[in-house]
């Protein structure tokens, strides 16, 4: 996602208000892939402070994920503060300051916004908080009635244990 500076940079104090709709990539992460069907929003301001700009704002948008329990399709919102430095290339910037370097008078935001997507995404998401999940002897999908298997007999130390495998094996 270009964002066009050129206003903004020869306006100091000068502020850029953004409400740009993109298309979020398709991620793996954490043993989920993380889809977007429609695109998501970017929402904030970019302010000239001279020194450099500062971007301030949020991502919105749905995307779509998976039951950890039951493996349902499930979408859900996303939203995702944005807070960036802007700072010119040929500007002089402490090194190990975590800046988005731009040239001319475009930035690229994707890299950023996808980065911070990383960041405050959790791989977990229940279809329901008491999401019965699936039958741990046929597969079955438990919230859609039950199986008839006989599950009572598995020792709860045991079924932690094929819940870790379950989840191991999912993830891979
Ligand atoms: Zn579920
Ligand atoms: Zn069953």
Redesign the pocket.
Known sequence: MLINLSDIIKDNDGKLELSESFEMPTTDFLGEEFTFSEPCLLEGVILNNTKSLELKGKVTGKMGVH??????PLTVDLEDPVEEILVREDAVFPEDEDVIVYSGSEVELMEAIVNGFLLNVSGKF???ED?K?LCSICGANL?EGDCGCNREYIDPRLEKLAEIMKNMSDTE
């Open positions: 039951c950890a329990r039951c493996g349902k229940l279809c329901s999401c999940g919230n």
